[in-house]
Structures are given as structure tokens and as C-alpha cells.
């Protein structure tokens, strides 16, 4: 119950602070959660429901300013998997999602430097 209300205290903020982000980035929030869906790490991916990865994205965006590299945004978005699917989000296939996982923060990193670029 404590360690739930941690998640829930961290992670109430990042979901304010990912929303506001969309508003001011939308853009970016839109291919990091485009990302998400066409990797899919999580195996959420049945061509209909491309807003799956919404919340993962608003999550991430709020995160992203944080992280220093693609490795330090892997770990982030397995922490934000871990707290929106469960600690075993990847199920039966850990190899398989890990793998799409490191995939998708590379997709992301390139995304966000891409973003900064821009942005000056």
C-alpha cells in the first residue's frame, strides 16, 4: 500500500506536467506516443486504438528534459511501464519487449534532440 502511494504521489505530478507539455508541444507528444504505438513494447498495438500509448507519452514528455541520453530515457520509460502495466509488463516475452523497448528509446531520444534543434 505505501509503495502505491509513492507511484502515486511521483507519478500525479507527471501526469499535470505531461499534460500541460502536450498543450505547449504537441507535435512532440504526438510522435513520442506515434512511437510507442508502432513499437509497441507492451504489445497494446490492435490498428485501433492508435491513443493506447497517450498517457506513457504524457508521462515521458514530462521526463524527457531529465534525461541525458537514450540509455538514461530507457530507464525512464521502463519505470513508467512498470507503473502504468505492472512490473511484468513485458510477460513471457521480457526478451522480445526488452529489445523494442531500447528501440523505442532510441526512436525517442532521436525525437527529442530532434525537438531541442528546432526549438533554437
Not at 4 to 25: C, F, N, S, V, W
Amino acid at each position: 500500500m505505501i509503495a502505491m502511494m509513492d507511484t502515486k504521489q511521483r507519478y500525479d505530478p507527471l501526469i499535470a506536467e505531461g499534460e500541460r507539455l502536450q498543450e505547449l508541444h504537441g507535435a512532440l507528444f504526438n510522435e513520442i506516443s506515434a512511437i510507442l504505438y508502432r513499437v509497441d513494447p507492451v504489445g497494446l498495438n490492435f490498428d485501433v486504438n492508435r491513443d493506447e500509448y497517450d498517457p506513457e507519452a504524457g508521462t515521458i514528455l514530462a521526463q524527457l528534459s531529465g534525461a541525458s541520453d537514450a540509455e538514461e530515457l530507457r530507464r525512464i520509460l521502463q519505470d513508467d511501464l512498470v507503473h502504468w502495466f505492472g512490473d511484468d509488463w513485458y510477460g513471457r516475452r521480457k526478451h522480445e519487449r526488452l529489445k523494442l523497448l531500447d528501440v523505442a528509446a532510441q526512436e525517442i531520444w532521436f525525437a527529442w534532440q530532434r525537438h531541442l534543434t528546432n526549438q533554437t
